[in-house]
Every structure is written in structure tokens, then in C-alpha cells.
DNA sequence: ATCGATGCAAAGGGTTTGCAGGAGC
DNA sequence: GCTCCTGCAAACCCTTTGCATCGAT
């Protein structure tokens, strides 16, 4: 129905990687800043130090660094994906109104796991747990 | 910068809905499957029954019946909505194989809020909480 | 010299929307 | 009969991809 990902249990043939200015700006950046950039916003901010950057060049890495593991997709808001460098497990609060991204920290992420219940014989691989909701900064706003 | 939700502060102006069968007919699926099915697996299912039955208006009265808060919206996987008629608090396993979700019960929802520290001047609206792995039917398969 | 990475632009694919005709009330 | 709703298809928009070229090793 979907086609999901087509990985091979855990032995991908792994073409080895080469060096590039333009991963490493890309990394840089989602290390730099707390605001949780979709890869438009990556795009944007890079653009202004160098011009010819390409769009897909950014979707190409940001992918490449999520198989590395090295940034995690945030799925959050009106179908945009949203990255993070930061892979610690720790849950994001999502404004409705402004779509800034939180983060959250976790106090105990096994607690976490175990108040699901989830099933022992299904292999949790990530988890990502999302509030939504309005904050404080356009609550004011709104009066 | 994304063209969010434009709700006015919790007012608003709200036209009267009228009847309609389509809409009876998706709602009816939602409550009657457990599978969290996307808008085309709304449209192909109901399809088999009413053959003019069109995509369009599965997306939108699959909007109308979210914001009547009856429908939730799950952000899956691969920039696929899912939707899902039970709205108490519940979290979801997605298998990343076979694209299945399943439903977990949540001991404590409320405990679950709290352990992740969300600011008290952020307001939370709703919370979406997502496991990601290997269902154990995919392991079988893969064995 | 090889082969991965880039830039560009076009194609994909899920979702939204404009419009004319149809259905609820 | 006035509006909302529907079907159809085109438009949207984020993301992916094909291709010729560039760059790392």
C-alpha cells in the first residue's frame, strides 16, 4: 500500500560516503540551533553564506544523516518535517499557532515506554512523543 | 512561514453543518476498523459500495469530522496521514515494514504529560505519542 | 581515474481547492 | 429556494529523482 522503507534487516549494502562542504554545513547548522529547522528553513539559512546551495542537495543529506543517526525527523506539523540533531530521546511541544518547536525533557523515557504496554513481541526501534497546543509566547499575543 | 491552523481564539464563526451520507459513510468506517486507515484507504474501501464516491470530499469531511473533535489525525509515516475515530488518550506503534498501527493503552496519560516537564505556561491541546520498529508479524516474515 | 555529491529542474504523490451541478432543510 | 455538499480535475507544495558535471580520494 505504502512503499516504506526498503531496508534489508539491519545489513544494507552501505556504499561508503565521501566528504562534503555542504553535509557538514548542514550538520553544523542543525547543531547550532535550537529551533527545530525543516529542511526549507535549512535551505534559507545556508543560502545567504552560499549561494548556489540546492534544495535537493539538502533533502539528500539531511536524509543520509538520519541513516547515520545522526539527526532525527520530527513529524510535527500541516505535512513538513521538521529535523533535530539532537537524538537523546526527548519529546516537543508544537505551537498551533506560531509551529515553533519545543523541546521537552524526558524524565524517564523507559517509564515512557513501559506506561504503554507495549507489546513485547513488537521491537520498538524510536518513539516520538508530541504535544501540541498553543504557547505561551502567542497566548500573550492573543491576549 | 507554514500557513497554520487559523482558528480564531476557540470562536469560531462555525456555519451549521448539513446532513450528509458520504460523511455518515466515512465516520461509520473510522468506527468500525481498527486498522487507522489514510484517506485512501477511506476512498478505496467505501469506494467498492458508492463507485462516485470522490477523494475530495473523503479529505474534507475527514477535516470537518477532526475539527468536530470525533476523528483524531495521526502523524504516521512517509507523509501519510492516518486517521483514527477513538480520541481518548491512547498512543500507537507503527511498523515501519508493513506500515501497520496498531493501538496502546495508555496506563496514565496524565502521568505521562507530567514526566515530560511541558512548560505550565504552554497550554497543551492534545498529545501524540508514536512508537516506531518491527511489528512481531514482520519479524516472523524476515525471521 | 573512479565514483559519490552537487545543482538544476522536472517529476512524484499526498492534500487542497475552484467550480458547476446536486442534495439537505 | 437558499446553501451546503459533492464530484471532478487542476492546483499546491513538500519531497524525491534523473542527469550532466563537479569534486573527493
Not at 12 to 23: F, G, M, N, T, V
Not at 50 to 70: A, C, F, I, Q
Request: aromatic share 6%; net charge negative.
Amino acid at each position: 500500500m505504502d512503499k516504506m522503507m526498503e531496508k534489508m534487516p539491519d545489513k544494507a549494502p552501505e556504499k561508503k560516503l565521501r566528504h562534503s562542504r555542504q553535509r557538514d554545513m548542514i550538520y553544523e547548522y542543525l547543531l547550532s540551533t535550537r529551533e527545530h529547522p525543516s529542511a526549507d528553513m535549512v535551505y534559507e539559512h545556508l543560502r545567504e553564506a552560499n549561494p548556489n546551495l540546492s534544495l535537493g542537495t539538502v533533502y539528500r543529506n539531511l536524509k543520509l544523516l538520519e541513516d547515520m543517526g545522526k539527526v532525527r525527523r520530527i513529524t510535527s506539523l500541516n505535512h513538513v518535517e521538521r529535523y533535530d540533531a539532537c537524538c537523546a530521546d526527548h519529546a516537543h511541544f508544537v505551537c498551533e499557532e506560531c509551529g515553533r518547536v519545543k523541546d521537552l525533557v524526558v524524565l524517564d523515557a523507559q517509564a515512557g515506554r513501559e506506561s504503554c504496554r507495549v507489546d513485547e513481541a513488537d521491537e520498538i526501534r524510536w518513539m516520538n512523543v508530541l504535544f501540541g497546543g498553543i504557547c505561551a509566547e502567542c497566548a500573550v499575543k492573543n491576549n
